[in-house]
C-alpha cells in the first residue's frame, strides 16, 4: 500500500442523517468513506473489503455497538481493525470498559467535535496505513528469502555434482596413472612413495565424496527422503557419536514433491547440527510421519534442552539456523515448533500435505 492509496473507512449508524454529518466531517482526510445502516450491512461491508476504521452508534435496534464489535473481533481478520465508538448515552465508566472488552480502540461523545472526530480517525487510518506497508515489506522480504534458500539448495546441488563429477572423477584418474606407474617401476622406493600417494588419493576421493553427499545427497534426487535421511543419519552417528534412531510412519511413506523434500531433509540436517553443537546430548530420535492432511517431522534429543526465549521463537533469541528452519516450513504453510522435552530439545515441524488416495487407503488396510 502506498502513501496515496485510499483507505476505507466504515460508518455505521441507524439514523441517515448522522451518517450524512459524519461524512461531511470526514470527507476533509480523502479517505473512501462507506455507510452502512445497520449492523448485518455493516458486517456484509467488512467481509467484502478491507476496513481501516468502523466508526459507530452504540445505540442500534437489532444488533447494537457492543454487539457488533464482539462480532467482529470474532472474525480473524478484524482482529486489528479499529473500531470507534459514538454514544450520547453509554458514556458511563462501566460502559467504556464494556466497550473497551468487546473490541473498542476509542471513544467519542455526542455531540461530535468536528475537529477531534477527523483527528481520532485520521491516527487509526495511518496506523492502518503503516501496517499494511509493514505487512507489504514483510511478504515481500519472505519471497526474497525463500529465493535466497532456494537458491543456496541449488547451488550446493551444482556444487556437489561439480566436485563428484569434475575433481572426484580427476582424482580416480590420477589413481589409475599411480597404480600403472606401480606396474611399470622396479625400484623399492619409487613403489613405495607411489603406494603412499595412492593412499592420500584414496582419503582424497573419500572427503570429495563425502563433501560432495553433504552437500546435496544423491540419494535425495535418484530415491527419496527416506534413504536420503537414512544415510545422513548413520553418517552423523559415525562423525559425532551421538546415537541416533529413525521412525517412519506409515511404513509406506509416499514420495513428496521435490521441493518439499528437500525442505524436510534441511530441516532434519539443521537440527541435528543444533543437536551436535549444543545440545551436549548422547541420544537424539527423528520420527517422520503424516496424519490425515499433515507431514509432521520432529528430532528428539537427551541433552540439555532450551530456555523459553528460544522455545517461543522470539526475536533475538534464535540464530540463523533455527530461523531457516521456520522460513522453510513456512514455504509450505507449515509451522516450526520447539520445546523443552525434560530431558533435551523437542523439533517439530508441521507441513500441510495431501496423502494420495492410494497411499492413505493401503495405510489403514
Known amino acids: 500500500m502506498s502513501e496515496k492509496e485510499k483507505v476505507n473507512i466504515l460508518m455505521v449508524d441507524d439514523q441517515p442523517a448522522k451518517l450524512l454529518s459524519y461524512e461531511v466531517i470526514l470527507s476533509e482526510l480523502g479517505e473512501n468513506l462507506i455507510k452502512a445502516t445497520s449492523g448485518r ?6 467481509l467484502k473489503k478491507d476496513i481501516a476504521v468502523v466508526l459507530m452508534d452504540v445505540s442500534m435496534p437489532e444488533i447494537d455497538g457492543f454487539e457488533l464489535a464482539e462480532m467482529i473481533r470474532q472474525h480473524p481478520r478484524f482482529l486489528r481493525t479499529a473500531i470507534i465508538f459514538i454514544s450520547a448515552v453509554h458514556m458511563t465508566d462501566i460502559d467504556r ?7 473498542a480502540v476509542d471513544y467519542i461523545s455526542v455531540p461530535v467535535v468536528p475537529e477531534l472526530l477527523r483527528a481520532k480517525v485520521s491516527l487509526f487510518v495511518e496506523l492502518h496505513r503503516k501496517t499494511r506497508q509493514l505487512e507489504i515489506l514483510n511478504d515481500e522480504l519472505r519471497k526474497l528469502s525463500w529465493r535466497l534458500i532456494t537458491s543456496q539448495d541449488e547451488e550446493r546441488r551444482r556444487i556437489a555434482r561439480e566436485l563428484h ?6 582424482l580416480v584418474a590420477t589413481k589409475i596413472l599411480i597404480h600403472r606407474f606401480l606396474r611399470q617401476s622396479s625400484g623399492l622406493a619409487a613403489k613405495q612413495s607411489a603406494n603412499e600417494a595412492s593412499e592420500m588419493v584414496d582419503r582424497a576421493i573419500q572427503q570429495i565424496r563425502s563433501m560432495s553427499h553433504l552437500l546435496h545427497p544423491p540419494l535425495l534426487d535418484e530415491v527419496g527422503l527416506l534413504s536420503a535421511l537414512r544415510w545422513y543419519l548413520d553418517g552423523f552417528t559415525q562423525r559425532s557419536a551421538i546415537k541416533t534412531s529413525f521412525q517412519v ?6 514420495r513428496l514433491a521435490r521441493e518439499l523434500e528437500t525442505a524436510i531433509f534441511r530441516i532434519v540436517q539443521e537440527a541435528l547440527i543444533n543437536v551436535f553443537r549444543h545440545s551436549q546430548a548422547s541420544k537424539a530420535s527423528v520420527t517422520l510421519s503424516w496424519r490425515r492432511a499433515e507431514v509432521v517431522t520432529t528430532v528428539r534429543d537427551d541433552g540439555r534442552g532450551i530456555g523459553e526465549q528460544v522455545a517461543g521463537l522470539q526475536p533475538g533469541s534464535i540464530g540463523i539456523g533455527i530461523e531457516g528452519m521456520r522460513q522453510r516450513a513456512r514455504e509450505f504453510g507449515g509451522e516450526l515448533r520447539l520445546a523443552s522435552a525434560n530431558p533435551g530439545t523437542l523439533v517439530e515441524v508441521v507441513i500441510p500435505y495431501s496423502v494420495p488416495v492410494s497411499h492413505e487407503a493401503a495405510a489403514i488396510a
Open 41 to 46: 450491512e455493516a458486517l456484509e461491508c467488512l
Open 249 to 254: 510412519s506409515p511404513d509406506n511413506f509416499p
Open 165 to 170: 563429477d569434475g575433481l572426484g572423477q580427476e
Open 97 to 103: 470498559i464494556k466497550g473497551y472488552q468487546r473490541g
